[in-house]
């Protein structure tokens, strides 16, 4: 009794919510859903410390969690079976991350010097407001402390607008590096099969995502320590093979 009481008020107080209500919801979570998967890696361990790292790790560790390919050692083969023509735009979306984080990085170390520049400035004028130019001889002080305290505030503030430059550049990357990513993540989609012929394995017949799962896993294995399970069948033209074709013709 008391739980059917429970129950009328709870329906009561929040209705069944309608259809439209139900695909508003469904289109937030697909929303949600793709963000994490943009922005961040899977497993909790994989996470790191700055959003651009983990905006990296998020595309290395896709081509893992869909296929089982191990990214790093497996994209030193795939650009090779990727057309001129796409490789081409990863390389424009790879150059103009790199230009946007030297810029963000430049402007870091240049706003560190400037506030070592400062510092020094701020030395000269104490020691000039005491008129001990004999403890600083190897500094030459010719010119007023005021002159002095004007450089301290002059290279203070191009302190502050390098470090705003900084964020600045880091922020501008964020997308980016989404759009490399996607282009990591689009590659193996798209060439994945190629690569595969390349190896001169077969692809099975009515291969499901499993089977292909298992069989890239045992091809990262195989390149990336040698040993793997079950049979990966290379086969490779040797020089002596092509000799002895040529012979029988």
């Known amino acids: 009794m008391a739980l059917s009481l429970f129950i009328s008020t709870v329906e009561e107080h929040y209705p069944k919510p309608d259809e439209a209500h139900l695909s508003r919801l469904e289109d937030l979570r697909y929303y949600i859903a793709s963000e994490i998967n943009q922005r961040f890696p899977f497993g909790e361990k994989a996470i790191l410390p700055t959003a651009f790292g983990n905006m990296l790790r998020a595309a290395e560790a896709y081509s893992a969690d869909r296929y089982g390919i191990d990214a790093v050692r497996l994209w030193p083969r795939l650009i090779h079976v990727i057309p001129a023509?796409?490789?081409?735009?990863?390389?424009?979306?790879?150059?103009?991350?790199?230009?946007?984080?030297?810029?963000?990085?430049?402007?870091?170390?240049?706003?560190?010097?400037?506030?070592?520049?400062?510092?020094y400035q701020y030395l000269v004028w104490q020691f000039a407001l005491q008129d001990k130019t004999e403890v600083l001889y190897f500094i030459p002080i010719n010119y007023p402390p005021i002159v002095y305290c004007q450089r301290i505030y002059i290279y203070g503030a191009i302190l502050v607008v390098m470090w705003v430059f900084s964020l600045m550049f880091y922020k501008g990357s964020f997308p980016i590096v989404m759009q490399y990513g996607n282009m990591i993540r689009s590659s193996f989609d798209l060439f994945r099969f190629q690569l595969l012929k390349q190896f001169n394995l077969k692809l099975p017949k009515d291969l499901d995502l499993k089977q292909e799962y298992d069989l890239w896993s045992k091809i990262s294995e195989f390149i990336t320590i040698g040993e793997y399970r079950g049979t990966l069948n290379f086969k490779y033209q040797t020089a002596t093979d092509k000799a002895e074709k040529t012979s029988s013709c």
């Open 85 to 119: 023509s796409y490789y081409e735009k990863v390389e424009q979306s790879n150059n103009s991350l790199a230009f946007l984080i030297n810029c963000s990085i430049l402007s870091l170390l240049f706003g560190f010097l400037c506030m070592l520049a400062s510092g």
